[in-house]
């Protein structure tokens, strides 16, 4: 697939010398999902803003769908559709006024059938004459999603979407996800709900300390950094792990009640067969055992902390 958006070298340092981003490097594709995973502060928000036009960039070289967003902003922005962290609507507005209006500012012909549908993709037809001061903040959201798609953007950014909303909206928000990228459309998020990137995202990448460190296929990456474990159930609780098994990548846990052996599932052995005979020699015997995989929660948590 092509890249929708491509950054080079891109920097930014604010007023206060901090430097929000340092030298990043990254291509989006077009029709993937793509989920943008870092701690507070990171620079995700900082490297959003300034694709979305929101703030200067201090250096370096942004694209979306071949056009600049310095030299050809109008073109570069018409493409874009974001969905801010922070809620701001006009309050006194109308749902419908608010998002016909929307569409009318990129130059949109108009067309109610579409933005019909749209309000009724995010249960909001029923409140479109109400003003918007007048809603949950949870409808408030879904205004503000609609507002970034009514003028069909091919790029969608989702800045914590879903921080703080009920789960009926985070259901059919996700839904809609889907349905844009079956459409063609690209999706860049951010979210503090990292089980929701792992089921969603097509690519993830890490931002630390306002440099990408990784960007990988969600699924190549659950498989090169995370680990598999083995769980031994014991017949009889452990004080210790025995000093002939101190080589064993094991753990007590449960107060001693359990056994956890942490292997490498990239090796051509496992070592799984080896440490049950061992395990059978020191007469230690389990009555049950299971295996668990590391999530990309647990991935990224060792990403951010490590070099």
């Known amino acids: 697939m092509r890249p929708i958006i491509t950054i080079e070298q891109l920097t930014k340092t604010y007023a206060s010398g901090h430097p929000a981003l340092k030298q ?12 943008l ?5 990171a620079g995700k928000t900082t490297l959003i803003s300034i694709v979305c036009g929101i703030v200067n960039p201090g250096g370096g070289r942004v ?3 071949g056009h600049d967003i310095i030299r050809d902003y109008r073109a570069a922005r018409s493409r874009i559709g974001l969905v801010p962290q922070e809620l701001f609507n006009e309050g006194f507005e109308s749902v419908w006024a608010t998002v016909r209006f929307s569409r009318g500012l990129f130059g949109k012909a108009p067309d109610d059938a579409y933005l019909e549908q749209l309000l009724r993709d995010l249960s909001l ?3 479109r004459g109400a003003r918007i001061n007048e809603l949950s903040g949870g ?6 999603i609609a507002k970034a798609l009514s003028h069909e953007p091919t790029v969608l950014f989702l800045d914590e979407p879903t921080a703080g909303v009920d789960v009926e909206l985070r259901r059919d928000m996700w839904a809609m996800v889907r349905r844009l990228r079956e459409r063609g459309v690209t999706i860049i998020l951010t979210t503090h709900y990292i089980e929701e990137a792992e089921e969603m995202a097509d690519r993830i990448g890490v931002i630390r300390q306002g440099q990408i ?3 990988e296929d969600k699924d190549r990456l659950m498989k090169q950094l995370g680990r598999k474990q083995l769980i031994l159930h014991l017949q009889r609780p452990l004080a210790s792990i025995p000093a002939e098994l101190a080589d064993e990548p094991l753990e007590l846990i449960e107060d001693g009640q359990s056994l956890v052996f942490t292997f ?3 090796r051509e052995q496992t070592g799984i067969a080896e440490l049950l005979r061992r395990l059978a020699e020191h007469d230690i015997d389990y009555r049950d055992l299971q295996t668990r995989e590391s999530s990309l929660e647990e991935i990224f948590v060792s990403l951010v902390r490590n070099d």
Do not use: C
């Open 24 to 35: 990043i490097d990254l291509e989006i594709r077009q029709g993937e999902i793509f989920a």
């Open 37 to 41: 995973l870092g701690p507070n502060g």
């Open 63 to 65: 694209l979306v769908d």
């Open 125 to 127: 037809w029923e409140k």
């Open 139 to 144: 409808m408030k959201r879904r205004v503000m």
């Open 213 to 215: 460190i990784l960007v």
């Open 264 to 266: 490498d599932t990239q």
